[in-house]
């Protein structure tokens, strides 16, 4: 199983909403990572958690708030977001070992639209 | 600073064709390189992933090379069909950035393989 699971597929908020993206992976992989990909763009870094602890993160602008519960599940919190913030987002995961990260896996994307 | 840049941007050829995309990076120092494919709107898929020590990996139609010391890759695809059509993107994995994981992708090569 090398999956990663993203939900929703599609959102659709406002400027004012407060909404959260989900990412799940069971293959055991201890990297997650979230992109941001723009249109006929290539994906960018946002953020990455190495064992549940967040390793990177890009300068990112705080109305994106992330969050790894579980070894499994890695959240990207939205608040106050602004029109420019619509793309699709990506999240990732890799196994680490002892020569650093692995091949990287991405889920199908979230298509964020914010009104 | 290390950038990827991919040739050619766009490609349509015929189906049966064989193709080759080309990946030039600007800093040797890299961890692995990783080919992967991106249906429009969805996420990426991982094709190959080739390790510095590497020259060269394959799976089925597709053969990836890597020469480190001059900052290229080639993805081969042989007998090219038209659900070979996609974005073809590669990233590499500096190894300043080892322990964290970040990629540097290409902008992509965008096939087209008409029957």
């Known amino acids: 199983d090398t999956e990663v699971t993203q939900t929703p597929k599609h959102l659709v908020m406002g400027m004012t909403n407060k909404k959260s993206l989900k990412c799940e992976q069971h293959?055991?992989?201890?990297?997650m990572y979230w992109y941001k990909q723009k249109a006929k763009k290539p994906p960018e870094l946002m953020f990455v958690?190495?064992?549940?602890?967040?390793?990177i993160n890009e300068s990112v602008p705080s109305r994106f708030s992330p969050e790894c519960p579980n070894s499994s599940l890695l959240n990207l919190h939205l608040h106050a977001l602004q029109p420019e913030d619509s793309a699709l987002y990506l999240c990732?995961?890799?196994?680490?070992?002892?020569?650093?990260?692995?091949?990287?896996?991405f889920g199908e994307g979230s298509r964020l639209t914010v009104l | 600073k290390q950038e990827v840049t991919q040739i050619p941007a766009a490609l349509s050829v015929p189906e049966g064709e064989n193709l080759v995309l080309n990946c030039s990076f600007t800093?040797?120092?890299?961890?692995?390189l990783q080919w992967f494919r991106q249906d429009p709107g969805k996420g990426l898929t991982s094709l190959l992933l080739?390790?510095?020590?590497?020259r060269e990996q394959t799976s089925g139609r597709l053969n990836a090379s890597l020469d480190k010391s001059s900052g290229r890759s080639t993805l081969y695809i042989a007998a090219s069909q038209p659900g070979d059509s996609a974005t073809y993107l590669c990233?590499?994995?500096?190894?300043?950035?080892?322990?964290?994981?970040?990629?540097?992708f290409g902008q992509g090569t965008e096939l087209s393989v008409k029957p």
């Open positions: 990732a995961s890799s196994q680490r070992t002892v020569q650093g990260p692995r091949e990287l896996f």
């Open positions: 293959m055991g992989h201890r990297a």
């Open positions: 958690y190495s064992y549940e602890k967040l390793s």
């Open positions: 800093d040797s120092a890299i961890y692995n």
């Open positions: 080739i390790q510095s020590s590497q």
């Open positions: 990233a590499v994995r500096p190894m300043i950035y080892n322990q964290g994981g970040k990629l540097i």
